[in-house]
């Protein structure tokens, strides 16, 4: 069951707000939080700071071109990466760019209203959110990379769809705020070196993900989304397996900007040859598909008190969606899957 979307995400005497919200939270001040240590005792500066985590992805699905553009903050190091696949001829442009201690990366508190900054040397990157008359929120991508690289993306979130934001507790200590949105509608172009593309007119489709909060300190997690049509259906999914789950789930599912839950997912593949098909499924019966994929963006890095090996799979999906009575046959709607460890 949803509930009212508080205007703050953590009270004033520093406690989180969990659960299913109706919209999205408008601050999301999650550095406020009464962070302690599994112990109970307060938690130093140092802890408060590095601990926290903040991360923002902006994908995009089309049959023509697939793209994905992330800002991550974990305090020890601020992240991009960015790339663009190109479906006919199989070729991939793909960037990763890395800030010690986060320095040039400024986040978002805001799903709403406000602007995401990774400025280097090579690259400036900005996802910003804006909020309309109406109730109708805008997200954007720009990107501008000395290799050439230049995204200028748009997505809007008009009534009646309904955003999936939800807040669950993370271990003994932290939580975890996710904020996504999938089955929109994406405007703007990609210039790159594998051509120029307006993304209206190839029907392009888009999957937001802003989530932050203090996380676990060593985790995994599985996740596959799709955007596209379907017949005569928008559709979106989003579902994980690792990070949500913990009283509630971010398990779901959009039909023409409808929000619907589903169970919990299941990934079964051969972790030891993730090249091969995936089978993703949800406990009651709503999802079942599986996952080929096409190519996959790849980051891995090992410095003791960091490190991450994040595989993102780009593919099409085959199988069905169920809900509400109504069966969708997935035929090649292309789409993500990821399976990720962090020590952060």
Not at 64 to 69: D, I, P, T, Y
Not at 154 to 160: K, V
Not at 281 to 291: C, I, K, P, Q, R
Not at 314 to 321: K, L, P, Q
Request: net charge neutral.
């Amino acid at each position: 069951m949803q509930q009212p979307s508080p205007s703050r995400l953590v009270t004033a005497d520093g406690r989180v707000l969990t659960g299913h919200f109706a919209g999205s939270v408008r601050d999301v001040n999650g550095r406020d939080f009464d962070y302690r240590t599994p112990m109970g005792a307060p938690q130093n500066a140092l802890a408060r700071h590095f601990h926290y985590k903040q991360f923002q992805y902006f994908g995009v699905l089309s049959d023509r071109l697939l793209a994905g553009c992330a800002l991550a903050h974990t305090g020890w190091l601020g992240l991009a990466f960015v790339y663009v696949y190109d479906t006919h001829s199989g070729r991939l442009v793909s960037e990763t760019f890395r800030l010690p201690l986060a320095r040039g990366l400024a986040m978002s508190t805001s799903p709403v209203a406000g602007d995401s900054l990774f400025a280097t040397r090579g690259a400036d990157i900005r996802l910003g959110y804006r909020e309309h008359a109406g109730g109708v929120l805008e997200k954007t991508l720009a990107v501008r990379t000395a290799r050439g690289l230049r995204i200028d993306a748009t997505m809007t979130e008009a009534p009646p769809f309904t955003v999936q934001a939800l807040c669950t507790q993370t271990g003994i200590n932290g939580f975890t705020y996710a904020n996504k949105v999938a089955g929109i509608p994406v405007s703007g172009r990609i210039d790159s070196p594998l051509g120029h593309f307006e993304l209206a007119d190839i029907g392009a489709m888009g999957h937001h993900d802003f989530s932050a909060g203090y996380m676990r300190r060593e985790t995994f997690w599985n996740w596959a989304c799709l955007s596209g049509r379907a017949g005569d259906h928008a559709i979106g999914l989003n579902i994980s397996c690792g990070v949500n789950e913990t009283s509630y789930s971010e398990n779901c599912l959009w039909l023409d900007g409808r929000l619907l839950p589903t169970g919990l997912a299941r990934f079964d593949f051969d972790r030891d040859n993730p090249d091969s098909t995936w089978r993703v499924t949800t406990g009651d019966g709503a999802v079942d598909l599986s996952f080929t994929p096409a190519g996959v963006h790849r980051e891995r890095l090992d410095l003791g008190l960091f490190a991450s090996n994040f595989r993102q799979y780009f593919g099409r999906f085959h199988g069905s969606i169920r809900t509400e009575g109504t069966h969708i046959p997935v035929d090649g709607l292309w789409g993500f899957v990821e399976d990720q460890y962090a020590k952060w």
